[in-house]
């Protein structure tokens, strides 16, 4: 049940920064409230499951790629006082002006630095954190490869990369079922809401063609990382993946 017109084997929609960023302009104001309502909840299950990962480490020094309106970031903030300095990197000024505003709200806007910059090429010296995370983002970058190269650069020796991604199911009726709901119930609530068609029919071509996880794990290891994972969420409609530099 893999559409015809999107191969399976990596990015296969217009990605290209000039192209991503003012359509996440656009769809700022009404993300969050889409994002929750478009998979019924189960994010915030998600990025609690992504925190969870950095418990028993300590003073970590975190970067949050894509960070979008920063729940990610909010999250492994207040996951505990091991996460003590954060920057978040979005290529939106729309998405991270609700950001800042968000961590302002909580009291956590001393503990972050937020940069303007594509994820793929962010200029931030090498070898400088502790652990780098990324929420739904890699999908919408040019390529993949090289923002795993970029993740790999940032990364200490040691470090930890937690990407959280939206993946395909592997087959049955919970495939079928997740595919139609791709294809016609988002772009319809998506439109409703937000008043962007393309954005949410990009949504759902971003996610056919994106790598499947054993694609994505090989690419990972491509890219340098070892003790690479992959676990499902949710019937395998998302994915954390793990890989230490």
């Not at 200029?123 to 795993?148: E, H, Q």
């Not at 029919?201 to 994505?216: H, M, N, T």
Request: charged share 25%; with cysteine.
């Amino acid at each position: 049940m893999v559409r015809k017109d999107i191969p399976t084997g990596g990015d296969a929609v217009d990605t290209c920064p000039s192209c991503v960023g003012p359509m996440f302009d656009r769809i700022a104001p009404t993300y969050d409230l889409l994002n929750h309502l478009l998979s019924a909840g189960r994010d915030y299950s998600w990025r609690r499951k992504v925190t969870a990962q950095l418990r028993g480490r300590e003073a970590l020094h975190i970067i949050d790629l894509a960070t979008g309106t920063g729940d990610l970031l909010i999250s492994l903030l207040r996951g505990g006082p091991n996460a003590t300095r954060a920057v978040g990197v979005d290529i939106s000024e729309s998405m991270l002006g609700i950001c800042r505003k968000k961590l302002q709200r909580r009291g956590l806007a001393d503990r972050v630095d937020l940069v303007r910059a594509d994820a793929s090429a962010t200029s931030l010296p090498g070898g400088s954190f502790d652990v780098v995370t990324m929420a739904f983002g890699i999908r919408n970058t040019a390529d993949a490869a090289a923002t795993l190269a970029e993740i790999h650069r940032l990364l200490k020796p040691g470090g930890m990369a937690l990407i959280l991604e939206f993946s395909l199911p592997d087959g049955g009726v919970v495939r079928w079922c997740y595919l139609k709901y791709l294809r016609w119930v988002v772009p319809r609530i998506g439109v409703a809401v937000s008043g962007d068609r393309y954005a949410y029919r990009y949504l759902d071509k971003s996610i056919e063609g994106f790598y499947r996880p054993q694609a994505f794990r090989s690419l990972m290891q491509k890219a340098g990382f070892r003790e690479v994972s992959a676990v499902p969420l949710t019937f395998g409609v998302a994915s954390i993946y793990r890989g230490m530099k």
